[in-house]
T-cell receptor, first 113, second 111 residues
Framework: DAKTTQPPSMDCAEGRAANLPCNHS???????VYWYRQIHSQGPQYIIH???NNETNEMASLIITEDRKSSTLILPHATLRDTAVYYC??????????????FGQGTILTVHP | DAGVIQSPRHEVTEMGQEVTLRCKPI?????LFWYRQTMMRGLELLIY????????DSGMPEDRFSAKMPNASFSTLKIQPSEPRDSAVYFC?????????FGEGSWLTVV
């Protein structure tokens, strides 16, 4: 699976949009971009994933650049409960690595009042 | 759905003792994963199963660790004998197709 690069930490004011970037310049054509988050003392929580089109669900939006070398996770109205470590993961959907999620260091997002 | 269920949630044991962690995946899921998380190494994949068959155990640290999945609704991760450096949070996860769902973890402390 391709490696990803994320900033180690970010801050966001409550009620504002949080934009978390991820670089995955070596992504392959069959690899999806996944985002998970981990709130302290809990298991990682799935947020969203996409291949090349922008995606939106009840939690967040995912914007993937046209060349697919980077993406941005957007939390439209951050709350204090969104404070967590956010992981950007690139994952193949087939072949011998199917199923594996390889976690990096992630971005610590702190939402402040 | 109750999600992925792990037990025990917390365990403190003495060095040399056997530890068994248990996992019930989400019903209908055909993949099951065991991860370990420490401050030093982050989240590491230990082993994963597809349709109860181990597919990749290259992350299992050594022979003291073993995992089984006797049926589609149950898996165990066993450490025998346990050592202080095994202290970590152990997560079980399951998936059907694309999205992997994690349990709340088993916090293991070996003293």
């Amino acid at each position: 699976d391709a490696k990803t690069t994320q900033p180690p930490s970010m801050d966001c004011a409550e009620g504002r949009a949080a934009n978390l970037p991820c670089n995955h310049s070596t992504i392959s054509g069959n690899e999806y971009v996944y985002w998970y988050r981990q709130i302290h003392s809990q298991g990682p929580q799935y947020i969203i994933h996409g291949l090349k089109n922008n995606e939106t669900n009840e939690m967040a939006s995912l914007i993937i650049t046209e060349d697919r070398k980077s993406s941005t996770l957007i939390l439209p109205h951050a709350t204090l409960r969104d404070t967590a470590v956010y992981y950007c993961i690139v994952r193949a959907q087939g072949g011998t690595s199917y199923g594996k999620l390889t976690f990096g260091q992630g971005t610590i997002l702190t939402v402040h009042p | 759905d109750a999600g992925v269920i792990q037990s025990p949630r917390h365990e403190v044991t003495e060095m040399g003792q056997e530890v068994t962690l248990r996992c019930k995946p989400i019903s209908g899921h055909d993949y099951l994963f065991w991860y370990r998380q420490t401050m030093m190494r982050g989240l590491e994949l230990l082993i994963y199963f597809n349709n109860n068959v181990p597919i990749d155990d290259s992350g299992m640290p050594e022979d003291r660790f073993s995992a089984k999945m006797p049926n589609a609704s149950f898996s165990t991760l066993k450490i025998q004998p346990s050592e202080p450096r095994d202290s970590a949070v152990y997560f079980c996860a399951s998936s059907l197709r694309n999205t992997i769902y994690f349990g709340e973890g088993s916090w293991l402390t070996v003293v």
